[in-house]
């Protein structure tokens, strides 16, 4: 998540995302994310590091949020929060293997191994009760510190406590970790990926 204050100003509206909403969403997921750590560890840096980031959220969107329309967005197009329902978010061995091309994309041949196994490690940690998965929630740098994180969450929290689901997420940067507590998630466990690359797994029960 990139975000600097979880007050919404009264003028962001929040709605979900259409079709053809799909690449200025992913632009500016992207540029929310350039320097997240764990993404960088992720896309081989080289001179298609751009390229290889976009793929993430391309990724994101495609195989996991868009097919079950929960993808959420500013009226500007420059936020988003890309939600999987619950018993929604694995994958089986059939699409992994499908998968792969992206997986290449993303990491380059020569790390595809390394970073597969690692994302398989954070995969066996996640939780089997059913919940809603916030994939990704970012904003553009430019419309950062207004607010947005906290209607971006709204409609699926509203969900989550409406139905008693509970919700969860794998946060990449430690100073958002007050961010997310403000929402009702807590730190479950903290997970050292690489040097200097770390996750914290947080759940939150319904209110």
Excluded at 82 to 89: A, E, I
Excluded at 135 to 141: E, K, Q, R, S
Excluded at 169 to 180: D, R
Aim: with cysteine; charged share 25%; proline share 5%.
């Amino acid at each position: 998540m990139r975000e600097d204050e979880d007050v919404a100003p009264k003028m962001c509206a929040v709605v979900q995302a259409q079709r053809d909403d799909r690449e200025i969403l992913v632009d500016s997921l992207t540029r929310a994310f350039w320097d997240d750590p764990m993404y960088n560890w992720l896309a081989k840096q080289d001179a298609y590091l751009g390229a290889r980031f976009r793929r993430i959220f391309e990724i994101y969107w495609d195989r996991f949020a868009w097919p079950y329309e929960q993808i959420w967005t500013t009226e500007d197009r420059l936020g988003a929060a890309l939600w999987s329902p619950p018993n929604c978010w694995q994958l089986g061995l059939a699409q992994q293997l499908a998968f792969l091309p992206d997986w290449l994309g993303v990491t380059g041949l020569s790390q595809l191994y390394s970073r597969w196994r690692a994302v398989d490690k954070i995969q066996a940690k996640h939780p089997h009760v059913p919940h809603w998965y916030l994939m990704a929630v970012g904003v553009a740098p430019e419309a950062q510190g207004r607010g947005y994180c906290s209607k971006l969450l709204r409609p699926i929290l509203d969900i989550c406590d409406r139905t008693q689901t509970p919700a969860y997420l794998e946060n990449s940067k430690e100073q958002n970790i007050e961010i997310y507590q403000h929402f009702g998630f807590k730190v479950t466990e903290e997970v050292v990926v690489d040097k200097d690359v770390k996750l914290w797994l947080m759940w939150r029960e319904a209110r």
